[in-house]
């Protein structure tokens, strides 16, 4: 598993559908530690939290970046302003998904977190008009 992980990491192969599961599955309970580790975290403020998490996130990225060039330059030739735009709204919902899980319970935030689907699918379906499939009103 682990090589196969890293042999797609670097452009030499693919996961199976399996594989890609049991990746989402890691990612999704790496993820729902944060809520923990913020309310283990009794002496930084959210903010100091906030600084912390994101330099360690800036370095997990430096060191990916680096291990998938395997030394060579990397270009922004292709960073538009789409790609600047979707990396603000990450770093500023990130920095959000912090400050809620500090002001209310890890419950509800989590939850309103999970909804975000159906309120997608739902806006596309009023603002863009976008047909909504049986199997995501389903899900």
Not at 72 to 99: C, D, E, K, N, Q
């Amino acid at each position: 598993m682990l090589i196969a992980l890293r042999d797609a990491f670097a452009g030499n192969g693919e996961l199976t559908e399996r594989q890609g599961a049991v990746v989402l599955f890691a990612s999704g309970t790496v993820f729902s530690l944060t809520a923990i580790s913020l309310a283990g975290v009794e002496d930084a403020s959210d903010f100091q939290f906030l600084t912390y998490r994101g330099a360690s996130t800036a370095l997990a990225m430096l060191v990916l970046i680096v291990a998938r060039r395997g030394g060579r330059p990397v270009s922004f030739a292709g960073v538009t302003r789409t790609v600047w735009l979707a990396g603000a709204t990450l770093a500023v919902t990130s920095m959000l998904y912090i400050l809620a899980l500090s002001r209310t319970t890890a419950a509800t935030t989590v939850f309103l977190l999970a909804a975000a689907p159906i309120f997608a699918a739902v806006i596309g379906w009023l603002v863009l008009r976008e047909r909504v499939e049986r199997s995501t009103i389903v899900a």
